[in-house]
C-alpha cells in the first residue's frame, strides 16, 4: 500500500456512513562457562508470530466469534418466530381487523429493521478492521511514510479497541427481539409505538459506537501520515471546537 494507498484509504473512511517480523529463536548463555551454555541448558524462546500471522489468527478468531453470533441469532429468530405466532393469535381477537393487521406488519418490520441495521454494521466494522490490517502492516515494515510508528502503533490499538466495543454492542443488540407486547386492544397503538421507540433507542446507542470506531480509525491513518500523537490530535480538534464556538 503506497504513500497514494493511504489517501485512497482515507477517503473511503471518510465516505462510509455511520477498519512483523519472524525472530530467529534466542539462545540463552550461561555466564559462567566459555560464553556458550551446553546444548542441553540452552533455552529457546519460542518465535515471534509474523505480521501475516497475526493477522490470520484475528481474522480466524473474528470468523469463529462471528459464527457463534450466527448460530445464536438462528436461536433467537426461531424464539422471535414463535413470539410473532403468539402475537398473532392476540390480534386475531381484535374487533378492529385493520388495527390487527398493521401491528401485525410493523411487528415484522421492527425485527426485520434490527437484523439488518445489525448486519450493516458488522460489515462496515469489518471493513474497518481490514483497513487497520493494512496500516499495520506498513507501521511493522518501517514504511517511509509513517512518520512515527510508536504513536501509529499506539492509535492503532485505539481503534482497534473502538472496533472491539461496538462489535461487542452490535452482537448484542442483534439478539435483540421487538416483538409487540399487547396490554390491550385498546391500547394497541400504545404498545406499538413503545416498541418502535425503543428499536430506534437502542440503534441509536449501537450506531454511536461505531462512528466512534470510524473516526478512531481515521485518527489512527492521519496520526501514521503525519507523525503527531492521538493526544495532539485530540488537543487540537478541542482548540478548534472552541474556537469556533467562540466565533
Known sequence: MSKSSLAKVSAILAGLSIFAFSISPIIAVDSTSSGIAPVENRKILPLKPSGANIVNERRDAIEAKRENIESKI????????????????????????????????????????????????????????????????????????????VAAGTAIAKARAGISTASAAVSAQALNDYTITVTSERR????????????????????????????????????????????????????????????
Open 74 to 149: 438462528a436461536v433467537m429468530k426461531e424464539k422471535i418466530a414463535s413470539r410473532a405466532a403468539s402475537l398473532r393469535t392476540r390480534l386475531q381477537e381484535f374487533k378492529n381487523k385493520e388495527k390487527a393487521e398493521i401491528a401485525e406488519r410493523v411487528n415484522a418490520n421492527l425485527n426485520r429493521v434490527n437484523q439488518n441495521q445489525t448486519e450493516q454494521m458488522k460489515k462496515l466494522l469489518d471493513r474497518m478492521s481490514v483497513i487497520l490490517d493494512k496500516l499495520e502492516a506498513r507501521v511493522n515494515k518501517a514504511e517511509p511514510d509513517i512518520k512515527d510508528p
Open 188 to 247: 394497541i397503538a400504545l404498545d406499538v409505538k413503545a416498541q418502535r421507540n425503543k428499536l430506534h433507542t437502542d440503534l441509536l446507542s449501537v450506531r454511536k459506537l461505531v462512528i466512534d470506531a470510524k473516526q478512531a480509525v481515521a485518527q489512527a491513518i492521519r496520526v501514521a501520515k503525519s507523525g503527531k500523537t492521538v493526544s495532539e490530535f485530540e488537543s487540537d480538534s478541542n482548540k478548534e471546537g472552541t474556537n469556533s464556538g467562540q466565533q
